[in-house]
Structures are given as structure tokens and as C-alpha cells.
């Protein structure tokens, strides 16, 4: 059994083997190291007034997020698909919380709320590509003018992250034939 812990989320994973992303953050295999390496004090960094304001910006994108892809999983018609968009959900939750960590700030209150969205799979899935493009760019704009080490590796994580998430809209357009 190993024991590895993701640099970016900071959560713990036991298993035989290292998975190829975090599977609460979706960060890619490279973060995840063996516990003992994981500094105590990874997130406490002084952060500037522009990078507060790029951790505001990323927590309501996460936020909104969240409870967008929570509602996508309430639709039933199709279980696959519902069941991805919930495991999508909780990882754009653990964006939100990590971000928050680094902010210095409370998570917001309705993680756990799902928003209202349309029926329609195919224009929610469209939605989600939207979503993750602009999240994408927005990360990526973060980590070039941070001027903090910690905060570049965290944005340009979740910047792949959320890059891993515009290629499964693809796969999840495919299966509900939207294409």
C-alpha cells in the first residue's frame, strides 16, 4: 500500500499504485509525492493585492462551477453522464476550498446547492466546454503575473486540470450525441 499526497490539494491517496491524476483535485501525476515531502507550510504565503483579487475571482469560477455541474447531476436520463458531471462537481469543490485555504477566507456556504440548468445535455455539456475554456485562460493569466512561487504552481495545475476537463466535454458530447 502507498500512501501519496498531492501538492496541490494537499489531500492523501492510498493505494498499490501512484494514479495518474489526484482524484480529488485531478492534478497531474508529477504533484503527487510521498507524504513525508509534503511541507507544513506549503500555503502560508503573502500574497499581494492582485493575487487576492485573482483568488476572488477563482473562488466564485469554481463556486459557480460547482453548482452548475451538481445540477448537470441531477439529471437522471442519463446515469453516465450524471454520475461524471457529480465527480466533476466535487473536483471543482476542491478547487474552490484550496483556493479559499490560500485567500485566507471561508468556503462559501452553497457548495452543496445545486444550480438550475436546462434539460438539454447538449447545451449544458456546450455550457461546461465554456466554462472550462474560460477558466483554462483565466488560470493560465493567473500564473504568469503571480508573483508568488506557490501560487504559479497552483494555477498553472488547475489550469491543466481544467485544459483535462475541455477534452473529456469532448468525450461526454460524443456520448450523449451531440455531435
Not at 498499490?16 to 511541507?39: D, I, K, V
Request: aromatic share 8%; net charge negative.
Amino acid at each position: 500500500m502507498k500512501m501519496v499526497r498531492c501538492r496541490i490539494c494537499g489531500e492523501v491517496y492510498l493505494g498499490s499504485e501512484t494514479p495518474s491524476h489526484c482524484p480529488f483535485c485531478g492534478a497531474h501525476r508529477e504533484f503527487l509525492n510521498p507524504s513525508q515531502e509534503y511541507p507544513a507550510d506549503i500555503n502560508d504565503v503573502e500574497i499581494t493585492g492582485s493575487e487576492r483579487a485573482d483568488l476572488e475571482a477563482a473562488i466564485e469560477l469554481e463556486r459557480s462551477n460547482t453548482r452548475f455541474y451538481l445540477g448537470m447531476a441531477q439529471h437522471k436520463a442519463e446515469p453516465v453522464l450524471s454520475s461524471a458531471y457529480k465527480r466533476l462537481s466535487k473536483i471543482e469543490a476542491e478547487h474552490c476550498e484550496l483556493f479559499c485555504k490560500l485567500a485566507g477566507v471561508d468556503e462559501p456556504d452553497d457548495l452543496s446547492t445545486p444550480m438550475e440548468v436546462a434539460d438539454d445535455w447538449c447545451g449544458n455539456i456546450a455550457e461546461s466546454l465554456e466554462r472550462e475554456k474560460r477558466a483554462s485562460a483565466l488560470y493560465a493569466t493567473f500564473a504568469e503575473r503571480a508573483t508568488s512561487e506557490r501560487l504559479r504552481e497552483v494555477f498553472a495545475a488547475i489550469r491543466d486540470v481544467e485544459t483535462d476537463h475541455i477534452e473529456f466535454d469532448g468525450v461526454a458530447s460524443a456520448y450523449a450525441g451531440c455531435e
